[in-house]
């Protein structure tokens, strides 16, 4: 445990200084076997832009993998703002199982809590043991400190000044953690991430979301005072009912703690896979880098609005689409592949 006090340790925020962000790239191995091209492209927009602002840790298989994605990447990148690990992953959704960072006394913690594949729907023993092989390459600079609670680094969102944004759904799903409550949650946020506050939702939905209820497909800090989130309005939507629900609780947030305000977030239009299923489109799955913002886009009529939105509400950062159609044939997005690692990090 990092603290018995709540005062010494902070569980950072996204959009404080990065020194990088780590990616797991994708291989014949994982379920991106048939999609490999098309998945691969993504990435590599994905490394173009963060290395115009930090670095980039790329987690391959093995050498002959590492030679395949340098082969990929080109030489006309920064590489000096590219790390490589051979080490080996079931799958490429760092984002549940890469460190959560917090600044304990001033500096830089690695958090490495249990993954588990989402109570267990998918292999994830090579995943729940990659960041200490990134420790024990020497990468990771500070001290990685495991933990022995599942907890998915989409589960929940801070605001960087005490509190926490999540779902019951996901961390009240019994088998991730048999016996935990709320206050057993609210208790280690408070210990181990400096959040006395955790606001829980219990409504909320997005169709082909197989994580039970992650919040970053739903709702997101954008600075210590503003909520973004998924609005429905369409009562022909199969969405509408749950976060118009999601959509109360968020103002029932707002009047128990006025500084908060909320901001909407267009849904998507419906992205239809080829056997007829919708796929978990949103906007709210963007990546916060330094200088910038990296909007997952689906070819669909709201992007536009989207950008519109949050080069507002992030006036200081370039907003860089990346077309994430491909990434949510395997039920996540944008920044479910990414994990943001602070300043003195790598």
């Given at each position: 445990?990092?603290?018995?006090?709540?005062?010494?340790?902070?569980?950072?925020?996204?959009?404080?200084?990065?020194?990088?962000?780590?990616?797991?790239?994708?291989?014949?191995?994982?379920?991106?076997?048939?999609?490999?091209?098309?998945?691969?492209?993504?990435?590599?927009?994905?490394?173009?832009?963060?290395?115009?602002?930090?670095?980039?840790?790329?987690?391959?298989?093995?050498?002959?993998?590492?030679q395949?994605?340098?082969?990929?990447?080109?030489?006309?990148?920064?590489?000096?703002?590219?790390?490589?690990?051979?080490?080996?992953?079931?799958?490429?959704?760092?984002?549940?199982?890469?460190?959560?960072?917090?600044?304990?006394?001033?500096?830089?913690?690695l958090?490495?809590?249990?993954?588990?594949?989402?109570?267990?729907?998918?292999?994830?023993?090579?995943?729940?043991?990659?960041n200490?092989?990134?420790?024990?390459?020497?990468?990771?600079?500070?001290?990685?400190?495991?933990?022995?609670?599942?907890?998915?680094?989409?589960?929940?969102?801070t605001n960087?000044?005490?509190?926490?944004?999540?779902?019951?759904?996901?961390?009240?799903?019994?088998?991730?953690?048999?016996?935990?409550?709320?206050?057993?949650?609210?208790?280690?946020f408070?210990?181990?991430?400096?959040?006395?506050?955790?606001?829980?939702?219990?409504?909320?939905?997005?169709?082909?979301?197989d994580?039970?209820?992650?919040?970053?497909?739903?709702?997101?800090?954008?600075?210590?005072?503003?909520?973004?989130?998924?609005?429905?309005?369409?009562?022909?939507?199969?969405?509408?009912?749950?976060?118009?629900?999601?959509?109360?609780?968020?103002?029932?947030?707002?009047?128990?703690?006025?500084?908060?305000?909320?901001?909407?977030?267009?849904?998507?239009?419906?992205?239809?896979?080829?056997?007829?299923?919708?796929?978990?489109?949103?906007?709210?799955?963007?990546?916060?880098?330094?200088?910038?913002?990296?909007?997952?886009?689906?070819?669909?009529?709201?992007?536009?609005?989207?950008?519109?939105?949050?080069?507002?509400?992030?006036?200081?950062r370039?907003?860089?689409?990346?077309?994430?159609?491909?990434?949510?044939?395997?039920?996540?997005?944008?920044?479910?592949?990414?994990?943001?690692?602070?300043?003195?990090?790598?």
């Amino acid at each position: 445990m990092l603290s018995e006090s709540s005062n010494q340790n902070r569980l950072i925020a996204e959009w404080e200084p990065q020194s990088g962000v780590m990616l797991t790239w994708p291989h014949e191995n994982s379920d991106w076997r048939e999609k490999l091209l098309d998945i691969e492209n993504v990435f590599i927009q994905l490394v173009t832009a963060i290395t115009r602002f930090e670095k980039v840790l790329i987690i391959s298989q093995n050498p002959t993998h590492l030679q395949h994605i340098q082969a990929l990447l080109g030489s006309e990148l920064e590489s000096a703002n590219i790390l490589y690990a051979c080490i080996q992953t079931n799958d490429t959704w760092c984002r549940d199982y890469g460190p959560l960072s917090v600044e304990f006394n001033g500096k830089p913690s690695l958090l490495d809590f249990t993954f588990d594949g989402w109570k267990r729907k998918f292999a994830a023993q090579l995943d729940n043991r990659a960041n200490r092989g990134i420790a024990e390459a020497g990468l990771f600079k500070p001290k990685l400190i495991s933990f022995p609670q599942v907890l998915e680094g989409g589960s929940i969102d801070t605001n960087g000044e005490g509190l926490i944004l999540t779902t019951t759904e996901c961390l009240l799903e019994n088998s991730r953690n048999p016996g935990m409550t709320e206050a057993d949650f609210e208790q280690l946020f408070a210990t181990q991430f400096g959040c006395p506050t955790t606001l829980w939702l219990n409504q909320g939905y997005i169709a082909g979301d197989d994580t039970d209820g992650h919040i970053d497909m739903l709702a997101r800090f954008v600075d210590a005072s503003t909520i973004v989130y998924c609005q429905c309005q369409n009562p022909e939507d199969e969405h509408y009912a749950a976060l118009q629900a999601m959509e109360q609780e968020l103002q029932q947030f707002v009047q128990q703690i006025p500084r908060l305000q909320l901001e909407p977030l267009p849904l998507p239009s419906a992205v239809i896979d080829s056997d007829g299923e919708r796929l978990p489109a949103s906007y709210a799955n963007f990546l916060i880098i330094n200088q910038a913002v990296l909007l997952p886009v689906y070819g669909v009529p709201e992007d536009s609005q989207a950008e519109q939105i949050l080069a507002r509400l992030f006036p200081d950062r370039i907003i860089i689409p990346i077309n994430c159609t491909a990434v949510i044939t395997q039920s996540g997005s944008l920044h479910c592949l990414t994990m943001q690692l602070p300043q003195g990090a790598i």
